[in-house]
């Protein structure tokens, strides 16, 4: 099977080809070019597109999106503890009609490889962590699904009520399950399993350990939050007397097969020893202004020569799942702190969003649009009113991020064409999540 993809302007992620094609042969990319084209099965013919390499989304919790809107003014701590209630509530169906909004959206925003951070598996309450690779399968979406944690509940000194935490024995053997059961490492996978104790406030040290050796033992990534806030700092200070990445540095939570959401907290020893050890960062710019968390250091972890991806983080702090809106934020934000327009510039962005991305979910097979990768691919118009006329469409493009993307095509398969899904009904799901968040707020 064959795809010909030809656009107005091909950004591989390292060319810039005007009227370029590609062509996919089974998932991968075979050849990219210009001028004459081969035959394809399929052809997707786009003049008034950027086609680039599909965006990649370093960070979520999908489940989020059945509880979107609540406490829109509140610290990351006060947010979590009103929120933590509701999450005790979630079960498989919840999980499913919130992922299917999440992939969705992502989808059609040009995300076209995912992580998911799913921590919350209230107890009697099977079948999530399944309801959520099986959505991914069904939007059809490459999807790398945490499986998340809590085990340090409020009487033990932790931030989560005891309610959702879980006992660490079945933590580890439900972990150990899903990889089984899931986990595919062969190059051009569509579901790889990742390990993901919550946060240094939410689990053990133990926990976090025997977390680190479950995965090196599968060969599986780690993923944990770390440096999201001030009071994080304090909590990893005051209980462990370390600062949270020294607290993870002695559990051997560093190397080239873990990365960190947020990193904002970090000071100039760290961010070398960040870059140093290999060890990645999901900048996820739109949350961490929404809940004040502080500014991630990203230019000079660029700069330090860290692996720096982007993501949209729990739409209960974003309220949408948009990397490009990130690759926007992230421009903007890093600008801001630096006081210079020199700080980030749009191809460095857009480099986060998809190279940056693939790295720290370990894809070395995704994040460029060259021959032997994978054929995941965004376009998005440069001929609508927000963009029509607009100078240099890449920088154009992240300066005025797009709202929906025109074509999506996950694996050599369209998923998105004429900005509608493919894959599944976009105003069912709306009406889906919209019962589903009611039900949930009771
Ligand atoms: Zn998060």
Known sequence: MTLLVRAGLLFTGTQEIENGWLLSRDGIIAEVGSGPHPPADEVVDEPNCVAMPGLVNAHDHMYQWATRGYVPDGTLFQWLRALYPVWARIDAD?????????????????????????YVFPHGRPGIFEALVETASELG????????????????????????????????????????????????????????????????????RDSAALARKHDVRLHTHLAETLDEERFCIERFGRRPLELMEDLGWTGDDVWYAHGIHLNDAEV?????????????????????????RVEDLVRAGARVGL???????????????????????????????????????????????????????????????????????????AHAGIKDPVAGLALAPPSRAQTVVVNGRVVVREGRLLTADEDEIAREIAATSARLAG
């Not at 460095?348 to 720290?360: F, K, N, V």
Request: glycine share 8%.
């Open 94 to 118: 919840t999980v499913r009609a919130a992922a299917r909004a999440a992939m969705a959206r992502l989808l059609l925003c040009g995300c076209t490889l995912s992580t998911d951070h799913h």
């Open 141 to 208: 979406l490459r999807f790398h699904p945490c499986r998340g944690s809590m085990s340090l509940g409020e009487s033990k000194g932790g931030l989560p009520p005891d309610s959702v935490v879980e006992d660490e024995d079945a933590i580890l053997a439900h972990t150990e399950e899903m990889i089984g059961r899931y986990h595919d490492p062969k190059p051009a996978s569509m579901c790889r399993v990742v390990v993901a104790p919550c946060s240094p406030f939410s689990v053990t040290p133990e926990l976090m």
């Open 272 to 296: 070398g020893r960040i870059a140093e050890d290999k060890t990645g960062i999901a900048h996820c710019p739109s949350s961490n202004m929404r809940l004040g968390a502080g500014v991630c």
């Open 311 to 385: 993501g949209v983080d729990g739409s209960a702090s974003n309220e949408d799942a948009n990397i490009a809106m990130e690759a926007h934020q992230a421009i903007l934000l890093a600008r801001v702190r630096n006081a210079s327009p020199h700080a980030l510039d749009a191809r460095s962005a857009w480099r986060l969003a998809t190279q940056g991305g693939a790295d720290c979910l370990g894809r070395v097979d995704c994040g460029t649009l060259e021959p032997g990768m994978c054929a995941d691919i965004a376009c998005f118009r440069i001929d609508d009113l």
